[in-house]
């Protein structure tokens, strides 16, 4: 027997960097409630587990591999949802990473890898979407009806400035300026956009790691540093008023509430889920 919800039944979804972390959370959630879910992901065997989990579980899924940042990807990508799920009625831009360095350190290619992942890839995946949307959205108009569809693009309280993040904490808060301003073109089409900007969330980026440990991950064929010395995950619990880092499930939770009927009337917000910590 099935155990999934029917908030949001059959409403097709796709969401970025869905293998790991927060993004798959995002995707159980979403398809736990009867959302049909394209998992995108670099990596294609995170994507099929998170694909199998969804069926397994009795929804329905379907992978797009590939990087976010590549040219042909966000035709790719919006061309997997309208073939499987006949259109688009949620889009969560989350694939993302960080690789940081001081400013005068910094080469132009991790700032322009850093800005292409976070800003640039959400930016062409939505100007993509948009014949879709705008086709079924005018449909609906004629008919008389409201539908409102969702887009939740991903943030960070980097977004407020952060040390040895210059190219992230850019793209960050790039990518509020895009949510606003999109919320603002789209409102007519009934597209609610809203940003979750998280604060301390555990996943393979945040793992704490001992002076000698170090961990890398590699993403579009780079080798990249992910982990934060255990001094700075020892500080943060100091400084988050709930006393401890989120969960990726907790940080799901957030832009759940951005993807539910009840928030059909909040558009161009930015919602800080970091546990009380963190502002913009
Ligand atoms: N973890 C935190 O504390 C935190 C805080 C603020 C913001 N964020 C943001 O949340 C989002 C998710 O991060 P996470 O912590 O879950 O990390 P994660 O590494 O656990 O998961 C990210 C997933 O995105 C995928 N990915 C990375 N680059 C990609 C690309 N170019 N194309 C397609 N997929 C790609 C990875 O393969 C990975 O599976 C990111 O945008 C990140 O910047 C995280």
Redesign the pocket.
């Known amino acids: 027997m099935s155990n999934i919800g029917s908030r949001l039944d059959r409403k097709s979804a796709i969401v ?2 869905a ?5 798959r959370e995002v995707a159980l959630k979403l398809a736990s409630e009867g959302a049909r879910v394209v998992v ?4 294609a065997d ?1 994507a099929a587990e998170v694909v199998e989990t969804i069926r397994s579980q009795g929804g329905d899924a379907v992978a797009c591999v590939g ?3 590549a040219s042909d990807f966000s035709e790719r990508l919006v061309r997997t949802a309208v073939e499987n799920y006949s259109g688009i009625d949620i889009l969560v831009n ?5 690789w940081d360095n001081v400013l005068q350190k910094m080469t132009d290619e991790q700032w322009y890898a850093i800005i292409d ?2 800003l640039t890839a959400p930016f062409r995946i939505l100007r993509a979407a948009y014949p879709v949307i705008s086709a079924a959205a005018k449909a609906e108009a004629a008919e008389g009806r409201e539908v409102f569809r969702k887009v939740v693009n ?1 943030s ?1 309280i ?1 977004a407020g400035g952060n040390v040895g993040q210059s190219n992230y904490s850019s793209a960050k808060a790039g990518i509020l300026g895009l949510t606003r301003t999109i919320a603002r073109e789209w409102g007519r089409l009934k597209i609610n956009v809203n940003a979750v900007a ?4 555990e ?4 793992v704490p790691l001992t002076r000698d440990q170090s961990e890398t991950v590699t ?2 064929g780079r080798e990249i540093k992910v982990g934060i010395s255990e001094m700075l995950a020892e500080q943060s619990r100091k400084f988050i008023p709930l006393g401890r880092p989120g969960t ?1 499930e907790e940080a799901a939770g957030a832009v759940y509430l951005f993807c539910l009927p009840e928030s059909n009337y909040v558009s161009g917000q930015v919602l800080i889920c970091g546990g009380g910590f963190g502002s913009i």
């Open positions: 970025t960097g293998g790991r972390g927060i993004g995108n992901d670099l990596d995170p990087s976010v940042t989350n694939a993302g990473y960080t992942c976070h991903i960070s980097a998280f604060g301390h969330i996943t393979r980026l945040t993403i579009d990726a």
